[in-house]
């Protein structure tokens, strides 16, 4: 796959306000069961790839700040959002921000039995991963966000 772009964005402290999380959560629900009816999984996560797009996503949802907060509220969103869509529609987010960053090999797990495709090697990727951001990437930061979103298929 191409590299689709670069996105710089600043460290920002704190949380969303809740009552605007819940409502993130309702139009990512909506925005998402229309991407997959219209143009299928493998669209959705060629989107969620791209910086720019995602970006505008997060936008969209009513989160402008343009900072690294749009990463971890917005993937926070779609996971909630996904919850109980995710495997009627085909797409699954696993781990998230601090502790949950943690559990994502046993989501990814716990999504297994939706798979038409072996956990083993989104897994594998998700360890790989997790291994280049803290050996790699940190640029002085500690990591602490891990998201995996991927569909029945294994992308």
């Given at each position: ?8 964005l ?15 959560t ?34 969209v ?12 509220v ?11 869509a995710?495997?009627?529609?085909g797409l ?33 990727a ?30």
């Open positions: 796959m191409p590299r689709t772009g670069f996105a710089d600043p460290l920002h402290t704190g949380r969303a306000p809740r009552w605007l999380f819940v409502r993130m309702a139009l990512a629900r909506e925005i998402i069961t229309v991407l997959v009816d219209e143009f299928g999984t493998a669209e959705v996560l060629r989107r969620l790839s791209d910086p720019y797009w995602f970006q505008a996503f997060g936008c949802l009513g989160y402008d700040w343009h900072s690294s907060g749009l990463t971890t917005v993937c926070g969103a779609l996971k909630e959002a996904l919850k109980e995710g495997q009627e529609r699954f987010v696993a781990g998230g921000k601090g502790r949950a960053s943690r559990r994502t090999i046993e989501e990814i797990a716990a999504a297994a039995a939706h798979l038409r495709s072996d956990p083993e090697t989104m897994i594998r998700s360890r790989m991963a997790a291994k280049v951001d803290n050996y790699a990437l940190q640029d002085g930061y500690r990591i602490y966000h891990h998201v995996m979103v991927f569909n029945r298929e294994g992308r």
